[in-house]
């Protein structure tokens, strides 16, 4: 297995799941010059059990092919959920680092450097 | 260095009626920071950086009558901050997070909190957070389920073929036992997560589950030095999990899930 690569940038949900609900709070340090803004963001939690959830799970389970056939039904199985369920089992450890880090400087083609940058002391 | 006033002389903001612009806050680093020239954030205004004494704020300039929330916007938010952990400790602020002006950044947040911050931020010099995140490969994660449990192998014999009307009842039965072996292996694999993790740090955070079918998602806190480390073992974990979970490592990032913001005064 390669080790190239790296760990791979935050996706979208990455990045909900991240800043909504984590990190330092404003209001918590500034009180007078608050601005409120408005956020279209709504709470991204979701409810992990319920009885869509538990109707899915059986039926996932009703598309298992029976008795003890090993795998071979991922055709069938990818299409339910449209995105990642069977796809790609190991292949997000690696994936290129700093991807969209790359879109602070423009485009312009230079190389990949995040946004602010030390100086040396 | 300017010093804001309240009139609106900025030489490109001087339209009679414009909005005046307001000022978002990513974060809070060390003063020595400096963004790149052509960095941009929110709505692609330039990242500035505001500083006092030895810390500084990461902001842009905003128009509060603009909406904030989009995919874009989320992620210009998280790029800043992310960007800065790989070259400098950095106390990430929730999204949305907006004052009035430069003055309001110096006065209130950063010079009223210098103390708490300065030590923050001198705590997490070197480190980075990075998120090792699972997912079940629900094929084969339900075929384990349904595998261990004589139960939920007859409900799945009762239900097979059946169509969906006459076999609700048992429909639910399974798939409520399917959920909550899904939790009861989440909290295993959990587990197995953080003993594999525990050789490189002690400093992690156990997420809350955000899918159906989420196997684990651990915040870690690590040198930035030792990310070869923790690569090579949630590598480790993902090859031995191959068919089950999809692992997935991401990071360097800003240390959302380790910083606390304090109780409010009373």
Redesign the interface.
Known sequence: ?T?AG?????????????????????D??????????????ID???V??S?D????????????A?G?EP?G??DL?SD??GS???K????????GVGE??G????G?GSER???????H? | MTSPEDTDTDADDNNEGAPMAVIYVYGIVPADVQPEADATGIHEAPIEIVTHGDIAALVSEIDPDQRLGTPADLQAHARILDGTSHVAPVLPLRFGAVVSDRDAVVNELLAEHEDEFASALEELEGFAQYLVRGRYVEEAIIREIVDESPEASSLLEAIRDQPEEVSRDDRMALGEMIGHALEAKRETDTGTTLDVLAPLTDTVTVREPTHDEDAVQIAVLLEVDRQGELEQTVGDLAARWDDRVTMRLVGPMAPYDFVVAPKPED
Do not use: C, H, Q, W
């Open positions: 297995m080790t790296g760990p791979s940038s935050s996706s979208l949900a990455d990045v909900i799941d991240t800043i909504l609900d984590k990190g330092l709070v404003i918590a340090y500034v009180r007078v010059s608050l601005v409120g803004i408005e956020l279209l963001t991204a939690r979701i992990v059990a009885v959830t538990y109707l899915r799970f059986a039926e996932a389970a009703n598309r298992l029976i003890s795998k039904l991922s199985v339910v959920k990642g369920s069977t790609s089992k190991t292949k997000g450890v690696l994936e969209t880090l879109e602070l400087l423009g312009s450097e995040p946004a602010p940058r030390r100086r002391k």
